[in-house]
């Protein structure tokens, strides 16, 4: 995966830069521009910085950082100039952020790349950086960071995009209707994925059918002769493919273990640390390893062979690249605890959460094995904007939760989870990640498994950063010792 600031040849020029988003060119900016910031934390010399406004900073009061920093050039508000630090070399526009949009427009309009946009309920960040690896077997590929998704995520991507790149990835995500009909032209994809529909930022819709038509505007943006990939196990696959025929799309792939699935599945085995799998993408039979755990991660895997292969990469290469594929932060990142007994490790899934996600996150942590007298635990925050029906959706988790011996739960919400469960597996309720910490520390022993997960307003992320802190795993060598 490329970087703007990775290129071999200028990402932009000045002058590029100042046609495509209308704005002046002030001050003696560099030559070139190697890469595009919008963070002065992060920016490398020769960047352009485009100075954002957000809801609790702006970014014209970071110029004078960015200059220090060797930033080629920024781009501020015209009404703003006179603000800014001697010496600073500008670019004076409207609007930053419309200027950053029109900068990925330009990006998106001088390349050749084929492109695959990617959205969906789950799986759109691994999917995405899977994409990113079999695409990059064949050819140089440049894809978003991260989970920039956004109204500005999306723009600073595409601007990030070197020109001469041979595939581009990009993640689309949304809580709104209207939201990705936005960002999808901008991008405008030859193949678009839309990973699955379920209830998650429900509360802002009036059903799931119309979490399924905010998703379905990806089609929207699909490139004459493109494609969609759908998930033709999911519930509303009718449902999309009529609106993907209704936007003028007509190569649809279905990928699932259905029948009829043009990228399906025909055999899979589940391992605690990846899996192994066939299938028939499209009418070619190709075998592949997975680096990720989990029956989620592989149907998803075959979303990303089927978009391969109808942008034009090479199959085998494509399914080859699969077995690099690693956790993201906070999606199944594993991490050694020295604990009273020896060694325990906790699964850091605390990137967000929704009723589909957490079941399979649960999936993974009953097919991975504890040591000696170790237990699977699930360690479990409150799952945000489900609507009026989050406790039940939190109490229905009981089932999957049979994967765990030992449940914690945290938050308001998971108290209907807690509630459901048998007293034999209840570890602990807290009002919050907080006070919940203690009470799991506690219990913890040499052998335990500990899947950590919950919505981001949760702060179960803080919580595993906590257990890490508290048992680091420079002291198992100690720990060993001391329980002999």
């Given at each position: ?16 830069l ?22 002065t ?19 014209h ?7 220090e ?15 800014m ?47 990113a ?7 140089s ?29 990009f ?26 529909v ?23 943006g ?39 699935a ?10 605690p ?7 028939d ?16 991660i ?10 391969a ?91 999957a ?9 945290a938050?308001?919400?998971?108290r ?27 219990r913890?022993r040499?052998g335990?498994?500990i899947?950590?997960?919950g ?6 992320g ?23």
């Amino acid at each position: 995966m490329s970087a703007g600031s990775a290129a071999v040849s200028p990402l932009w020029t000045p002058e590029a830069l100042a046609q495509a988003t209308g704005g002046v060119l002030a001050g003696a900016p560099a030559a070139a521009i190697g890469g595009v910031s919008i963070d002065t934390r992060t920016l490398q010399r020769g960047d352009v910085f485009f100075a954002l406004r957000g809801d609790n900073s702006d970014g014209h009061a970071y110029v004078a950082m960015a200059h220090e920093r060797g930033a080629a050039l920024s781009v501020v508000e015209r009404g703003r100039a006179g603000d800014m630090p001697d010496g600073a070399s500008l670019l004076l526009v409207d609007d930053v952020l419309r200027a950053l949009e029109a900068a990925g427009r330009a990006a998106r309009g001088r390349t050749r790349a084929r492109i695959v946009g990617v959205t969906g309920s789950v799986g759109k960040t691994t999917t995405k950086e899977a994409l990113a690896l079999a695409l990059g077997a064949d050819g140089s590929t440049h894809a978003s960071a991260a989970s920039y998704n956004n109204h500005w995520g999306v723009p600073l991507s595409l601007a990030r995009m070197p020109q001469d790149s041979v595939y581009g990835v990009f993640e689309l995500g949304m809580n709104h209707a209207g939201e990705i009909a936005t960002l999808v032209d901008m991008v405008r994809p030859h193949v678009a994925i839309i990973t699955t529909v379920e209830p998650v930022h429900i509360a802002q819709f009036d059903s799931v059918e119309g979490i399924a038509d905010a998703k379905a505007e990806i089609f929207t943006g699909v490139t004459p002769g493109g494609a969609a990939v759908l998930n033709r196990d999911n519930r509303h696959y009718e449902r999309l493919v009529a609106a993907a025929r209704a936007a003028g799309v007509d190569t649809i792939i279905g990928f699932g273990e259905a029948e009829g699935a043009q990228a399906r599945l025909t055999s899979v085995n589940l391992q605690p640390h990846m899996s192994t799998a066939m299938a028939d993408i499209m009418g070619e039979s190709v075998s592949f390893k997975v680096g990720l755990p989990g029956r989620h991660i592989v149907q998803n895997a075959l979303a990303v062979l089927a978009a391969a292969k109808l942008a034009g990469a090479d199959l085998c290469l494509a399914a080859l690249a699969l077995s690099a594929l690693g956790p993201p932060p906070g999606r199944g990142v594993r991490t050694p605890l020295a604990v009273k007994g020896g060694r325990a490790t906790v699964i850091d899934e605390s990137y967000n959460a929704n009723p589909a996600s957490m079941r399979a996150a649960l999936a993974v942590l009953g097919t991975t094995p504890p040591t000696g007298r170790g237990r699977r635990i699930a360690v479990l925050g409150d799952m945000l904007e489900l609507g009026p029906q989050g406790e039940v959706m939190h109490r229905e988790l009981a089932v999957a939760a049979a994967a765990a011996d030992l449940v914690f739960c945290a938050g308001p919400l998971m108290r209907a989870l807690w509630e459901a469960l048998p007293e034999s597996r209840r570890g602990g309720w807290a009002p919050d990640a907080a006070a919940l910490l203690p009470l799991v520390a506690e219990r913890l022993r040499g052998g335990d498994v500990i899947m950590v997960k919950g919505s981001n307003g949760s702060r179960m992320g803080p919580l595993v950063r906590a257990l890490i802190e508290r048992f680091p795993a420079d002291r198992l060598a100690e720990t060993a010792e001391s329980s002999e």
